[in-house]
């Protein structure tokens, strides 16, 4: 069984961080990301084969992001002014 890896990145303040992949919750907890890392959380979902969605929210800050994920085993995902920024990659992110 293929397994998706989401890091949450920069801009994450302690707020409380929901994740579902294809409409199920499979995370929900407080993330703070680590300025010298450039990383709050690494979290690693079993999922089937094909395409899936990743829902990313922080409702104490109004952020809402569905994102479709076709071929990237490892997704970025990262908070700015400009909203929510999100890498995919076949390889893992590098850190620190």
């Known amino acids: 069984m293929p397994t998706l890896h989401v890091d949450l990145q920069e801009g994450f303040t302690g707020h409380e961080v929901v994740v579902k992949i294809d409409g199920q919750e499979r995370f929900r907890g407080e993330v703070r990301s680590k300025l010298a890392l450039a990383i709050a ?3 690693q979902f ?5 395409a899936h969605t ?4 922080v409702p104490d800050r109004g952020i809402a ?3 479709e994920v076709h ?3 490892h997704v970025g995902i990262g908070i700015g002014d400009a909203g929510v920024r999100v ?3 076949e ?3 590098g850190y620190g």
Do not use: N, T, W, Y
């Open 41 to 43: 959380s690494h979290l």
């Open 46 to 50: 079993d999922v089937g084969d094909g």
């Open 54 to 57: 990743i829902e990313i929210s």
């Open 65 to 67: 992001e569905s994102i």
């Open 71 to 73: 071929d990237a085993h």
């Open 87 to 89: 890498r995919m990659r």
């Open 91 to 93: 390889k893992p992110f």
